[in-house]
């Protein structure tokens, strides 16, 4: 059972909020004292801690500098209890350490969703922590890439340790990656957390897609966790980065070839699209090809690939999306062999849970040796979990 430290001044509230977390099954000690809080903390083993922002604003923010500084607490998610919601509070609260806002008067839904996100979220900081990141690629120890070195690539902030963790710490900048997998197995969900993570780190983001737009990319990545305009806005108003703007993220929209079309065509013109975007560290998704590809003649395909490897120079990255049926096996070597990073995808029933599977084939020009997968499945509003089952290969 989870144990958290609620520190609140109004008895109330404390009653209140005690009694829906222990119906969620969490665990409650509580005090109206900053003192006995840090107290507690220091003694006690708790998963996390409530925080009255009153209480913190009191005693000009010691409070929460104390917990954060206090290496026994330093991995504890500190969540704010706010009556009013303020941006000064909240991006002082957050550079201080704390890593999410509780509205008071609260809704049970609403927080037993942040509770169970800022746990599940330091559990995976932690595990990140305790493992060594996975070296399955052949190459000498000393050039190894780490989670750790994740400036050197698109990876996913942190949001999705695993993910982090099998792409030793992100896909590089200026490199060519194949997404390929049946359909429903989750490409889009991890791609999306790729999106998150370069937005977040303040690079620009280009996604092409045949039934997106900007809004729906984001209402749809808001519905899993990854709320890109309120990052952006928690960030800056935090102060962390200053250059992050929602201009970071560009839609395209791909025009799909009808019977009196030539698709052949339709190919060219979007790799002279992505020709044209700007130099930088851009992260770019061609996200619907599949159709186009099944149209196409391989020589086609292949053009299309070469000229999109030709076009990852000057910081840009280009991750190609794909059903398993766009490519026949001898076309999909050879498209393979073209791309820097291979992420193969699939599904598996584990028990009763039908669980999707990523497995990592190819990672910057390197065949792994080694099992290099995870499973997870995807919860509203939670987004990826990751399923701890034996690992199986795609």
């Known amino acids: 059972m989870a144990k958290i430290l609620l520190m609140d001044p109004q008895r109330s509230a404390r009653r209140n909020m005690k009694a829906d977390l222990v119906k969620l099954g969490y665990e409650i000690q509580e005090t109206d004292s900053t003192q006995t809080g840090l107290e507690m903390a220091a003694k006690g083993r708790y998963n996390g801690i409530i925080l009255d922002v009153q209480m913190a604003i ?24 706010a009556a009013v919601r303020s941006n000064q509070n909240e991006a002082t609260g957050l550079r201080l350490g704390a890593t999410h806002f509780i509205s008071k008067p609260w809704k049970t839904d609403s927080l037993a969703l942040t509770v169970r996100v800022a746990l599940r979220e330091a559990e995976e900081r932690a595990r990140i922590e305790r493992e060594s990141a996975p070296m399955d690629i052949v190459v000498p120890e000393e050039e190894r890439p780490t989670a750790a070195t994740n400036t050197s690539g698109f990876g996913t902030a942190g949001k999705l340790v695993k993910l982090d963790n099998v792409l030793a710490g992100g896909l590089s900048f200026e490199s060519m990656t194949l997404i390929e997998g049946s ?13 998150y993570g370069a937005i977040t780190s303040g690079e620009n983001v280009h996604y092409f897609s045949a039934d997106h737009t900007k809004t729906d990319l984001m209402k749809q990545m808001a519905s899993i966790d990854l709320d890109i305009r309120s990052s952006l806005q928690a960030r800056l108003r935090a102060n962390i ?98 791309c820097n990073n291979y992420l193969k995808f699939g599904a598996e029933t584990v028990g009763a849970r039908f669980v999707n599977f990523l497995e990592v084939q190819r990672l910057n020009n390197a065949e792994l040796r080694k099992d290099n997968s995870f499973g997870f499945m995807v919860e509203p509003e939670i987004g990826v979990h990751v399923i701890p089952v034996a690992k199986i290969k795609v």
């Open 58 to 81: 009191k005693d000009d923010w010691k409070v929460l500098e104390e917990l954060k500084r206090n290496p026994h607490m330093k991995g504890t998610p500190v969540m704010m209890l």
């Open 241 to 338: 980065k200053a250059n992050i703007n929602d201009e970071q993220l560009q839609v395209h929209a791909i025009k799909l070839a009808t019977n009196a079309d030539d698709p052949a065509e339709f190919l060219s013109a979007l790799a002279a699209e992505i020709r044209q975007i700007p130099p930088g560290r851009t992260l770019i998704i061609l996200g619907h090809i599949s159709s186009l590809a099944q149209s196409c003649p391989d020589r086609s395909v292949l053009n299309f690939f070469a000229a999109c490897r030709d076009h990852c120079v000057d910081g840009k990255s280009l991750v190609v999306v794909a059903r398993e049926s766009a490519f026949d096996p001898q076309l999909l070597l050879r498209l393979n062999s073209l």
């Open 183 to 195: 359909p429903n197995t989750g490409k889009s969900v991890i791609y999306q957390y790729l999106i």
